[in-house]
């Protein structure tokens, strides 16, 4: 079942996504078939969708991908079909549906010929019993262009230098989903994450698995993409000492009893799990230990899951966050499936940045402890989540901290706004009544935005301290301040970007302030001397972008269609 493409424009859209926008540019009439119609087939068909196209996809409104209600009463079948096993002999073919596809979202989805007609079957018999919605009528007071400043182009260039290409790990785009990259001190070494379930330790030189998801967790998924499996890691700062770190991942749905779930009448895609691992030998090149869980936590989808996990690497032994676990929870697509009251409740998880004591044992399930600073740690348990520090959030996707000490988070937006924001204890960030600076209708259209209300000061929301649009970019790529010596030029700067098109931008870290709003200029990289766009330096359409930080503040940045990793240079 093909489930992503190389590019469009948040992530790896699955084929059902490209099936659909051929309607809008022309696509073959449907024609008269036969549909499956037992139950069995419609059910298997709806696991089909669930494993594979509702992180991009549902039959309320457009997501990542588009609304895919009534798709078999607008596409033709046999078109479909044809396309699904050979998308680039089509379009060499000259098939016209197939060209305009291309042409617009500058992408070839990859063959899928091997797919077996019966899953193919039972997916469209689930599809058929989706049938067309009312479209409602467009809002007229809905804002057409957020933000119409267009970021400026600034002088500011940075070569870089390649130094290591990590091994591909899968045989269909892209190469890899390297998403994470962090050194760990004493002993400078570096880790890498990919997300189809494998830890890299680089060991002279080269990138030893150091731990393999896989095996260690059997109900481990890291379908279909786009933030799913392996999600993020974390030593101890005491690593070395210890052998303690920590890891989110993916498992399948009711693989165990969640300590954070929906209710039974939501359908469940799958559960993330934070795990807590001790390591035999700190220094070995290949983990072997115990691994015990900490928690996990139900979701609606493969959307917006625990992508981050940290520890403050300013905080020194003694202080009120030393050793504390900071935890970016996603709300899981639960909003654009019409399941909002999930989100922005001081007794929900979703939607939250977390902070707990991983060496502590005062939590409910007795598996970690609640540090006393946290807002809600002295509420009954059955009124708040105690882990909570802030919430309000879409998809707090990266957690970093300035060097005066103030901490950033990252906010992927629903369909118009990327966020930067200051992170303070219980304040609320606005999602799902906020995206950005406006005003978005949690139970309408989510991807139309609107003016603040008259009395938006009596909300309590704290706005971000930067933002761009999607006229810029589709996903933020969450950065780090540069406090490395090696290039002057980056000092006093949070370098970030934009994950899909590899643009980059920065923001002078001294215009970072909570109620105010920071000036994004763009910034470009060469190799040798000679400016390259990282589409360039990947040859794919969808960068992939992340970045990494050293223990010395140096910086570096990671493209996933070709597992590639490069320093910035003088």
Not at 184 to 197: A, E, N
Not at 282 to 304: A, Q, Y
Not at 501 to 508: A, D, I, K, P, S
Request: glycine share 8%; hydrophobic share 35%.
């Amino acid at each position: 079942m093909p489930h992503c493409l190389k590019n469009n424009l948040f992530g790896f859209l699955s084929f059902m996504f490209c099936i659909l926008l051929l309607a809008s540019c022309g696509s073959p009439a449907s024609e008269n078939i036969s549909f499956l119609n037992d139950s069995s087939s419609i059910l298997r068909g709806e696991s089909i969708f669930t494993k594979q196209c509702s992180g991009c996809h549902n039959f309320k409104q457009d997501g990542i991908g588009p609304d895919l209600s009534g798709i078999t009463e607008t596409d033709s079948v046999n078109w479909i079909r044809q396309f699904i096993r050979g998308p680039e002999e089509m379009i060499e073919s000259g098939d016209d549906h197939a060209k305009k596809l291309q042409a617009i979202y500058h992408t070839v989805m990859p063959s899928f010929s091997s797919f077996k007609e019966d899953e193919m079957n039972q997916l469209l018999a689930f599809l058929h019993t989706q049938k067309i919605k009312k479209k409602e009528p467009e809002d007229p007071t809905a804002i057409k262009d957020p933000i119409p400043q267009k970021i400026a182009a600034s002088d500011l260039q940075v070569d870089l230098e390649e130094i290591m290409q990590l091994p591909s790990t899968s045989d269909k785009a892209p190469a890899t989903r390297i998403s994470k990259m962090e050194m760990i001190s004493p002993g400078h070494h570096w880790f890498i994450l990919d997300q189809r379930g494998k830890l890299y330790k680089i060991s002279n030189q080269k990138p030893v698995i150091f731990l393999d998801m896989k095996k260690w967790k059997p109900n481990f998924i890291a379908e279909p993409g786009l933030a799913t499996g392996f999600g993020s890691f974390a030593f101890h700062p005491h690593f070395s000492e210890n052998g303690l770190f920590y890891t989110s991942h993916c498992e399948m749905p009711h693989s165990k009893k969640a300590d954070f779930s929906i209710p039974d009448s939501i359908k469940q895609t799958l559960q993330w799990v934070v795990s807590e691992w001790k390591a035999r030998n700190p220094m070995s090149d290949t983990f072997s230990g115990t691994s015990r869980e900490l928690f996990r936590i139900d979701m609606v989808t493969g959307l917006h899951g625990v992508q981050e996990i940290t520890f403050n690497p300013r905080a020194k032994p003694g202080s009120e966050d030393f050793g504390l676990l900071y935890i970016g929870v996603g709300d899981g697509g639960s909003v654009e499936n019409g399941f909002s009251f999930l989100t922005s409740h001081p007794d929900k998880i979703w939607g939250t940045i977390l902070c707990i004591d991983p060496m502590g044992r005062n939590s409910r399930n007795g598996q970690y402890g609640i540090p006393k600073q946290n807002p809600f740690s002295n509420k009954p348990v059955n009124e708040s989540v105690q882990e909570i520090y802030a919430d309000g959030f879409r998809n707090p996707n990266r957690i970093s901290w300035l060097s005066n000490g103030k901490m950033v988070a990252t906010n992927i937006g629903q369909a118009n706004i990327e966020a930067l924001n200051i992170i303070l204890k219980e304040h609320h960030y606005g999602w799902p009544q906020r995206e950005g600076w406006f005003e978005i209708h949690p139970f309408g259209n989510i991807n139309h935005v609107f003016t603040l209300p008259i009395n938006d000061a009596e909300s309590g929301i704290t706005y971000p301290v930067a933002a761009f649009d999607h006229d810029e970019g589709k996903a933020i790529a969450g950065g780090f301040e540069y406090t490395g010596n090696q290039i002057p030029k980056l000092k006093g700067k949070y370098l970030f970007g934009d994950i899909p098109t590899g643009r980059l931008f920065y923001v002078n870290t001294k215009d970072l302030k909570t109620g105010g709003t920071a000036t994004i200029k763009e910034w470009f990289v060469a190799i040798h001397g000679k400016r390259k766009t990282l589409k360039d330096l990947c040859g794919d359409s969808r960068v992939d972008l992340r970045f990494a930080r050293d223990d010395q503040g140096e910086m570096y940045m990671t493209t996933k269609p070709d597992g590639k990793i490069y320093q910035f240079k003088k």
